[in-house]
């Protein structure tokens, strides 16, 4: 059974019992993927923005690319409110999952948001 450490920043640390960040080890079943702890801590899609697993960008804000991504024990994920910016941390580059890399190849170059701003729930 692995062991996720999950850290959680901005207004949605409310999931992880927090007021700005929250911390939570979370003990997932095997096979487990993002979609699984998303589930588990009830954060809904509309109020996630980056989602980092190991300091690798996974999801931007819209473009969700790593929901059957799977956790292995150990691992530490890092997930940012939508009322976040780019993290600071990351100014010098990043790393990109291939899922992720091949979702912005079909959407377009990255951006704030990928929803459509006069159809929220849509991607452009």
């Known amino acids: ?3 996720i450490n999950v850290t959680l920043y901005g207004d949605i640390a409310r999931y992880g019992a927090g007021k700005h960040i929250a911390t939570v080890d979370l003990d997932l079943p095997d096979g487990a993927s993002i979609d699984d702890l998303l589930c588990k801590i ?3 899609e509309d109020e996630r923005g980056y ?3 190991n300091s690798v960008l996974h999801d931007v804000p ?3 690319a790593s929901k059957s991504d799977l956790l292995e024990n150990g691992d530490h994920v890092g997930i940012f ?3 976040h910016m780019w993290p600071y941390q990351y100014r010098h ?3 990109i999952s291939d899922a992720l890399q091949t979702a912005m190849a079909e959407h377009g170059p990255m951006k704030n948001t990928y929803r ?3 159809q929220p729930n849509s991607q452009e």
Do not use: A, D, K, Q
């Open 116 to 118: 459509n701003i006069n």
């Open 1 to 3: 059974m692995p062991n």
């Open 62 to 64: 819209g473009l969700y």
């Open 42 to 44: 009830s954060l809904p």
């Open 81 to 83: 409110s939508t009322h």
């Open 51 to 53: 989602l980092f697993i």
């Open 93 to 95: 580059g990043i790393h």
